[in-house]
């Protein structure tokens, strides 16, 4: 039996939201280390700390996916994402991505396979519902290795894995 354009749109939303949940969860997992210092510490002026870059995951999930999938209004600031110089607290920041990220993963579980190829204009891009999936999903798993990375730099040895190999396994 061949799957229908919806079973196969139901799919796809299921496994994105997936990949945002998972990632979403290892940014937690960094973030919850860390003091409000910590996250907004940059390297040097040139880079994001890791507070601008959940400001950004915000804004793109928002843009791309809530708005550009799901159909709301496109309110993102970008420039706003980069400047913020903080500190807000650790916990406004994962109440903000919690947020987002619920309802980003909400949209793409109602996608339909319609949603899904319609061309949209987002960010000066003319992109299906697909596409723009294909983008943000991958740009927020880049970004959750940004923030691991960052996160075990400052750290080291005291930065907590979340899972480790028993032996032999």
């Excluded at 945002?20 to 002026?45: G, M, N, S």
Aim: glycine content about 8%.
């Amino acid at each position: 039996m061949r799957p229908s354009a919806e079973t196969l749109a139901v799919a796809i939303g299921a496994a994105a939201a997936q990949e945002l949940t998972k990632a979403h969860e290892r940014i937690r997992h960094c973030v919850l280390q860390l003091d409000d210092v910590q996250i907004w510490r940059r390297q040097t002026d040139a880079m994001n700390s890791i507070g601008n870059l959940i400001l950004h995951l915000c804004g793109n999930l928002r843009q791309w996916i809530i708005a550009g999938v799901g159909g709301a209004p496109d309110v993102r600031q970008r420039p706003l994402e980069f400047s913020e110089r903080g500190p807000i607290a650790r916990d406004e920041l994962l109440r903000r991505l919690d947020a987002v990220v619920g309802q980003a993963c909400e949209a793409l579980r109602r996608a339909s396979a319609e949603v899904l190829l319609r061309t949209r204009h987002i960010q000066e891009f003319d992109v299906t519902g697909l596409e723009a999936i294909f983008d943000s999903v991958p740009h927020f798993r880049g970004h959750t290795q940004e923030i691991i990375h960052i996160t075990r730099s400052m750290l080291g040895d005291a930065y907590r894995f979340a899972w480790t190999p028993q032996k032999g396994g």
